[in-house]
């Protein structure tokens, strides 16, 4: 007789809802920081079982609330389900790298046509997470940019370089950021390890906020906002197999592409696929807040970025309990990021993490010191990286 193992239902398949959708409260809690002339992203993140995630992403200037999930792939053992977290981040900065040209070519008074992007995001990993040495980098953002100019096309390296100059999204890659952190073990706020103290009061732990946040309807959208267009059914590289990254040596190199269109209807259709390891490729959509122009259809940049950076830190807490055979048994995040677009500034990421576990205190601030120091996304804050431009056919 032939026995089968009957398919356990993850969260996300559980809730059938959109991956991203948002939540129609008139005063939902979450609320974005708010400072004079920046976009302020206000993410509460929860890990789910297995490798799932979900968050609420507050947008500041406009008060929005998107409620989305995240999955990864078979090198963490993940379901494959939704975007890994480096997906969100490319597909954010892709789409926020598209709203800087467009609002550059509106202050030069000239408009920019059959825009195109492919962005090439590349990370490093390397060490032992055991002896503490495993660290993660990110490595210099390759952009190739394709348009029609209404004054001519020799004049777009210039623009594309004046959009790039005030893009907070570029800045975050180029500066040298300090992020800083808190840690609430059990209820009780702790003093941190080798990671900056957070500025700013702990907010309350963010499990009570997504009771907050109602269902969508089904008939909502026309379209789904982030959809799962192919699947990667099999991965034989000894570095990027199923489990790869949950070992406790590693030494690779990650790199992710984003390939933008602009749409008829102003949406930003986004493509991201993980090259190394051999990913499943993600369709995102994204448009500019009202404040922008637009009509706010679906999450922007700014918000999509965000809630990678979340997402990954997460992935690293969960990924180095795996590895140290640390009981964890809920984590969570509060994270608020800040963007200047006047000044072309990010300011440092400020991360609460909150962690239900038996283990003692140091072990508590040795997950956080290793989530952030195994972190792609803040080793690109705290790397310095100038972005390699190319004009396609110039």
């Known amino acids: 007789m032939t026995s089968t193992t009957e398919h356990k239902a993850t969260p996300i398949e559980q809730r059938d809802t959109p991956l991203v959708f948002p939540v129609e409260h008139p005063q939902h809690p979450l609320v974005a920081p708010a400072t004079a002339g920046r976009a302020g992203i206000r993410v509460a993140a929860r890990a789910l079982p297995g490798m799932q995630k979900e968050a609420l992403c507050a947008y500041g200037p406009s008060g929005t609330v998107w409620r989305m999930v995240c999955d990864e792939g078979p090198y963490l053992n993940g379901t494959d389900l939704a975007p890994p977290p480096l997906a969100f981040f490319s597909a954010g900065m892709a789409a926020y790298t598209a709203s800087a040209l467009r609002r550059e070519a509106a202050r030069q008074e000239c408009e920019l046509t059959d825009l195109h992007i492919i962005q090439d995001n590349k990370y490093t990993m390397e060490g032992s997470a055991l002896r503490g040495t495993m660290i993660a980098g990110a490595l210099p953002v390759g952009l190739t940019i394709d348009a029609e100019v209404s004054d001519g096309r020799a004049g777009l390296p210039d623009l594309v370089r004046d959009a790039l100059v005030l893009s907070p999204v570029d800045a975050l890659m180029r500066d040298k950021l300090v992020d800083t952190f ?55 590289e000894a570095n990027h197999g199923a489990g790869a990254a949950l070992k406790d040596q590693q030494k690779r190199e990650l790199h992710i592409r984003s390939d933008l269109h602009l749409r008829s209807d102003g949406l930003k259709q986004i493509r991201v696929q993980i090259f190394k390891p051999i990913g499943s490729v993600f369709q995102f959509l994204a448009d500019d807040p009202p404040q922008a122009g637009s009509s706010g259809r679906a999450p922007t940049g700014l918000t999509y970025l965000s809630a990678g950076l979340a997402f990954c830190f997460m992935t690293q807490i969960g990924r180095y309990a795996d590895i140290a055979k640390k009981q964890v048994d809920s984590y969570s995040v509060i994270q608020d990021t800040l963007f200047d677009p006047v000044a072309g500034k990010t300011l440092p990421v400020d991360t609460h993490t909150y962690l239900e576990t038996p283990e003692s205190a140091d072990t508590a601030r040795h997950i956080v010191d290793m989530a952030e120091q195994t972190c792609f996304l803040h080793g690109a804050c705290r790397t310095s990286n100038k972005t390699r431009i190319r004009i396609k056919d110039l």
């Open 182 to 236: 808190s840690i609430t073990l059990n209820g009780e706020q702790i003093p941190t390890g080798k990671v900056v103290d957070s500025p700013a009061p702990v907010p309350e732990p963010p499990a009570a906020l997504f009771d907050e946040s109602d269902q969508p309807q089904a008939d909502m959208f026309p379209e789904p906002l982030i959809a799962k267009l192919s699947s990667t059914d099999s991965v034989f």
